[in-house]
T-cell receptor
């Protein structure tokens, strides 16, 4: 069964500084890899989805995938206090759009 | 933006109680999912469905039943609730192998 681990558990950055989050997975044959954001008491919002090795940019959010290293990262450019949330890495397990989630990285952006 | 509505938002029951969580999506998505979210575990898939009348077992199905009565409606049933089922439950829907749209969650407490 796919295992997804995220690091760090928590991260504090200053407004405007780059934030970098990491995610490792156990099965490199998975279809695609996604990053979600969850504000306190809210549902999940998808930020970026990546299928191929390399990078994928969606606004201020960039994902980098390296299947050989079983690693996908998320970089948040110019983070704002409103970006303070829990960020979840999710790996698609194939047919049926079934996702395996990591436990998340809590990001705090200080003004 | 697809709308996924869960009800109730909060529910308290006693051990052995009977609970039904409801989910409705209004974008005619084929796929619907029930996840639970617990500290230290991230989101875990309970049951999912490809369409009305279809049910698939997820990764943590024990103690749960589900029913997809229409394309719009997906229910999660706990017939003999236990304290271990105290959790935050999320419903999601999707139309293809891409984005999942999540509801705002139902907080269930089993005393």
């Amino acid at each position: 069964q796919q295992k997804v681990q995220q690091s760090p558990e928590s991260l504090t950055v200053s407004e405007g500084a780059m934030a970098s989050l990491n995610c490792t997975f156990s099965d490199g044959t998975s279809d695609n890899f996604r990053w979600y954001r969850q504000h306190s008491g809210k549902g999940l919002e998808m930020l970026v989805s990546i299928f191929s090795d390399g990078e994928k940019e969606e606004g201020r959010f960039t994902a980098h995938l390296n299947r050989a290293s079983l690693h996908v990262s998320l970089h948040i450019r110019e983070p704002q206090p409103s970006d303070s949330a829990v960020y979840l890495c999710a790996v698609n397990q194939g047919a049926g759009n079934k996702l395996t989630f990591g436990i998340g990285t809590r990001v705090l952006v200080r003004p | 933006e697809a709308a996924v509505t869960q009800s109730p938002r909060n529910k308290v029951t006693v051990t052995g109680g009977n609970v039904t969580l409801s989910c409705r999506q209004t974008n005619s998505h084929n796929y619907m999912y029930w996840y639970r979210q617990d500290t230290g575990h991230g989101l875990r898939l309970i049951h999912y469905s490809y369409g009305a009348g279809n049910l698939q077992i997820g990764d943590v199905p024990d103690g749960y039943k589900a029913t997809r009565t229409t394309q719009e409606d997906f229910f999660l049933l706990l017939e003999l609730a236990s304290p271990s089922q105290t959790s935050l439950y999320f419903c999601a829907s999707s139309d293809n192998n891409e984005r999942l749209f999540f509801g705002h969650g139902t907080k269930l407490s089993v005393l």
